[in-house]
């Protein structure tokens, strides 16, 4: 009996240790670092581990993809990102959904508040003077850089505008610029508007101004079979994180 027992304990002492939930890594547009950072406490406190985050462009996130950085999920600001990854097979196409959406706004420093009317024929150029320049991602590959040059071109003025923009890496970046003042106007995300205290609101272009601001969210094919990134996404993009999106900001899409 007591041999028995013996050789049981030795063969548990020997058997390998169940392997810890590794965190799920999220490859995540920079306009959504703070209300992702929030819900990822929230699934922390679940008693989950906590995500690793990967904030930057969509086009940078997904180009690291592309030569296989180890995401688990990408969360892109805009379709034609997370399309590019799924065209290459590298999105799970089945988990790929967009439930919220945002609006784009022209900023100013919080010091020196403005009114614009944002409408075809009104002349932001004048208002930019002669040395001035408008904030915004690069239009070449940034999100926030495309939404504005759709809404710039529907006002009439993209042509003269374009040689006069401060073209950022992200969203993030050209926020900042204005926040120090380093550009007089900016167009960003109403949510990174939102969360500055450097910045004010001069005016929101219409909707009907540029495509509508989505951000799908989709498993990569390398999780395909990660249950805790499937749970993690169901989460995120599911009604319990509903809440958190609208308190930063994020609407739902029509």
Known sequence: MRRRALVAGLALLAAPPVAAQ?????????????????????WAARGNPAPRFSFAASSALARQIEQGAPADLFM????????Y??????????????????????????????RVTLAPGTDLLALLGPGGRIATGDPAHVPVGRYAQAALSWMGHWGAIAPRLARADNVRA??????????????????????SPGVRVAGTFPAE????????????????????????????????????????GFTRPQ
């Open 22 to 42: 590794q965190p799920v890594t999220v490859f995540a547009a920079a306009s959504l670092t703070d209300a992702l950072r929030d819900l990822g406490a929230q």
């Open 76 to 83: 892109s600001a805009d379709e034609a990102w997370a399309s």
């Open 85 to 114: 990854l799924q065209e290459r097979r590298l999105l799970v196409e089945a988990t790929r959904s967009s439930p919220i959406g945002n609006a784009l706004v022209l900023v100013t420093p919080a010091d020196a508040p403005r």
């Open 174 to 195: 050209a926020l900042l610029l204005v926040e120090r003042g380093e550009a007089p106007f900016g167009i960003v995300y109403a949510t990174d508007a939102a969360a």
């Open 209 to 248: 101004s540029h495509e509508a601001i989505t951000y799908p969210f989709a498993l990569t094919r390398r999780a395909e079979g990660n249950a805790q990134a499937r749970a993690l996404l169901a989460f995120l993009a599911g009604p319990e994180a509903a809440p958190g999106w609208q308190r930063f």
